[in-house]
T-cell receptor
Framework: QKEVEQNSGPLSVPEGAIASLNCTYSDRVSQSFFWYRQYSGKSPELIMS????GDKEDGRFTAQLNKASQYVSLLIRDSQPSDSATYLCAVKSGGADGLTFGKGTHLIIQP | DAGVTQSPTHLIKTRGQQVTLRCSPK?????VSWYQQALGQGPQFIFQYYEEEERQRGNFPDRFSGHQFPNYSSELNVNALLLGDSALYLC?????????????FGQGTRLTVV
């Protein structure tokens, strides 16, 4: 049974600070890792993907992957109130696999 | 360029009825996956279609079935609806190329079973 674990939160971060979101996964053969942002009542929006160990940066977002520890993280720099949402970690083993999602972390950016 | 589109956006059905949800993938994408998202949970994978065939299936009963058409659009059918089938149903499209194929979601269909 593939599992993806996330702290459900809420995680409260002051505006302008760094928000750090974490995710662990159980399937060692997982090869693709994604972060989705989901606003209340809306569908998930892809914000980052990462496939190899290390860091990947895109604007204010940095994804970090450590396959040995089966750990993925998302850093959001200079957090804005518009970043307040639920962040979903998703994992794919490869090929034609569907995504396995965590339950999501509810992030609140305090003005 | 239109993204992933789903219809209808909202639906109310009675327990025991059948429902059909529809999805048009993003231009250039040939693979469609369906997910069920209950309130407060992450999306759960139902199944994936490529070349008009079901390629992979999650842990859902046979009441959930689907179809993909030659133009890559897809339908999700749910028979004998239960109250527990009330959820947001999400369609995601992606290219069928290797492990990095990124999936993009439609706006979802909110199904309420009464």
């Amino acid at each position: 049974q593939k599992e993806v674990e996330q702290n459900s939160g809420p995680l409260s971060v002051p505006e302008g600070a760094i928000a750090s979101l974490n995710c662990t996964y159980s399937d060692r053969v997982s090869q693709s890792f994604f972060w989705y942002r989901q606003y209340s009542g809306k569908s998930p929006e892809l914000i980052m993907s990462i496939y190899s160990n290390g860091d990947k940066e895109d604007g204010r977002f940095t994804a970090q992957l450590n396959k040995a520890s089966q750990y993925v993280s998302l850093l959001i720099r200079d957090s804005q109130p518009s970043d307040s949402a639920t962040y979903l970690c998703a994992v794919k083993s490869g090929g034609a696999d569907g995504l396995t999602f965590g339950k999501g972390t509810h992030l609140i950016i305090q003005p | 360029d239109a993204g992933v589109t789903q219809s209808p956006t909202h639906l109310i059905k009675t327990r025991g009825q059948q429902v059909t949800l529809r999805c048009s993938p993003k231009s250039g994408h040939d693979t469609v996956s369906w997910y069920q998202q209950a309130l407060g949970q992450g999306p759960q994978f139902i199944f994936q279609y490529y070349e008009e065939e079901e390629r992979q299936r999650g842990n859902f009963p046979d009441r959930f079935s689907g179809h993909q058409f030659p133009n890559y659009s897809s339908e999700l059918n749910v028979n004998a609806l239960l109250l527990g089938d009330s959820a947001l149903y999400l369609c995601a499209s992606s290219p069928y190329v290797g492990q990095g194929a990124q999936a993009f979601f439609g706006q979802g269909t909110r199904l309420t079973v009464v």
